[in-house]
């Protein structure tokens, strides 16, 4: 309960934080200077009491002739009147002279008869200081007897509170209008940050590219705005994320799409016989099939990009089988000649990775060839290599690895319909299990283009 009141209690704005810390620190430090400052005019007022004290004593004591029998005599000077006021002089123990002051000040004042230098308080009826000064024989040096002074304490008291209530108030003033400086300041200083802050909202919701750069700027606010300008970056990595998903799943999509959408018009154009029907029905099943494991797995490419810093999920398959799979499906849709060279080569990427790794190597292959495709299987050092090649034309010279870019195309006037995804989609897969795709610089055995995969093995 204690607790939820202090934090009602707390400024909810930052600049109304400042405030109250820079009032607090200024509080304590106007505290520790009135008290230290009255402590000190408290010693000083004490200090004059004393004195006064002292001196009086010492001019009473002048007057005093200490006879070598022991008794004191007192001779009478000019302004008798000023010096014997609040003054006792005491022989031994006796009064000699005694003023005219209340009883329980007269006690406090016999109680010092016939002690050395000493000072005493009394409170009653208003607060005294005495003090009390020997008075020592001409010979032997011994005391004969002593001469006791007072003086109220009255005047250095109201003097002393006065000062105090002119402290407190001045302190009071002094805080209130540190306050109001200091709220003030700090809505100055505030006012960049709020501009900068609504600028990074009214970007990362209309548009990432634009940046606070390096121009100048005070220290803080330029760790600010470099803070900022890296939170804009991500969020505009984030959005190029979810783009370049959105365009890989429709790319990798649009294959099984389009022949589920031409088996669905074939089975609606006429009748079909049941064997049609089934066969309609299989095809249909496996490219829904085929949908979701590309789903899947660019999906699951996905979540390990983000989180566990590019590393594919753990797993491993045969990549001979995988690829002999790739060829059979290509060699029944297309007239081309599809062979598959090495067995019992393993990795440690799973089958649906790496399918879709070597799927856009043979799409293209089978879109390029002119009647032949060799894929080579090959276990290596550290894992295993699949080759791609190709009797068509190859890549041009001038196009080179730019062929991984997304949205580039070989020759866009191919004639062949593409998004130009396919093979970056393939070598970001490639890299996030470890691996790599890269574009032989010399032409393969067939004489065209010659795509080399390197997978982690298993």
């Given at each position: 309960m204690r607790r939820r009141f202090l934090s009602g209690l707390r400024p909810r704005t930052l600049r109304g934080r400042l405030a109250l810390l820079a009032l607090a620190t200024t509080a304590v430090w106007v505290t520790t200077l009135t008290v230290a400052a009255n402590l000190v005019l408290g010693a000083q007022l004490r200090g004059q009491a004393d004195g006064l004290l002292r001196t009086r004593s010492a001019a009473v004591a002048a007057t005093l002739e200490a006879r070598p029998d022991g008794r004191i005599l007192v001779h009478e000077p000019s302004d008798d009147q000023a010096l014997d006021a609040g003054v006792w002089i005491y022989q031994g123990r006796v009064a000699v002279e005694r003023p005219a002051e209340p009883a329980a000040l007269q006690q406090q004042a016999d109680r010092l008869a016939g002690r050395s230098a000493v000072f005493a308080d009394a409170s009653e009826p208003v607060p005294h200081r005495l003090f009390a000064l020997p008075?020592?024989?001409?010979?032997?040096g011994r005391q004969v007897g002593t001469v006791v002074a007072t003086v109220a304490l009255d005047p250095y008291q109201s003097t002393q509170k006065s000062v105090l209530l002119g402290s407190i108030a001045l302190a009071v003033a002094l805080l209130a209008g540190a306050y109001c400086v200091a709220r003030a300041v700090a809505n100055r200083a505030l006012v960049p940050v709020g501009?900068?802050?609504?600028q990074a909202a009214e970007w990362s919701e209309h548009g990432t590219s634009r940046r606070f750069g390096t121009q100048e700027r005070p220290e803080e606010l330029a760790r600010l705005a470099g803070n900022l300008d890296g939170l804009l970056d991500r969020l505009a990595a984030v959005v190029r994320h979810e783009q370049q998903l959105s365009a890989e799943l429709s790319h990798e999509l649009r294959t099984p799409l389009a022949r589920i959408t031409a088996e669905a018009e074939w089975l609606t154009a006429r009748p079909r016989t049941r064997a049609e029907q089934a066969a309609s029905h299989e095809a249909i099943a496996a490219s829904a099939a085929a949908m979701a494991q590309i789903c899947?797995?660019?999906?699951?490419?996905?979540?390990?990009?983000?989180?566990?810093?590019?590393?594919?999920p753990p797993g491993r398959c045969a990549v001979d089988e995988v690829a002999q799979d790739l060829a059979g499906r290509l060699a029944a849709s297309a007239p081309v000649d599809v062979t598959v060279t090495g067995r019992a080569v393993t990795a440690g990427v799973p089958a649906a990775v790496v399918e879709r790794i070597l799927a856009p190597l043979l799409d293209n292959a089978g879109r390029y060839c002119v009647r032949e495709i060799l894929v080579e299987c090959a276990a290596r050092p550290g894992g295993a290599e699949i080759s791609v090649t190709d009797d068509g034309p190859g890549v041009p010279q001038e196009t080179g690895s730019g062929v991984f870019e997304a949205g580039r195309r070989a020759d866009p006037a191919d004639g062949h319909d593409g998004a130009g995804l396919g093979l970056a989609l393939a070598r970001r897969l490639a890299r996030n299990a470890g691996g790599d795709?890269?574009?032989?610089?010399?032409?393969?055995?067939?004489g065209g283009a010659r795509f080399v995969v390197s997978l982690p093995a298993g």
């Open positions: 008075v020592m024989a001409a010979t032997g501009v900068m802050s609504a899947e797995a660019l999906l699951a490419d996905a979540r390990a990009g983000s989180t566990d810093g590019g590393q594919a795709i890269v574009l032989s610089g010399t032409p393969g055995p067939l």
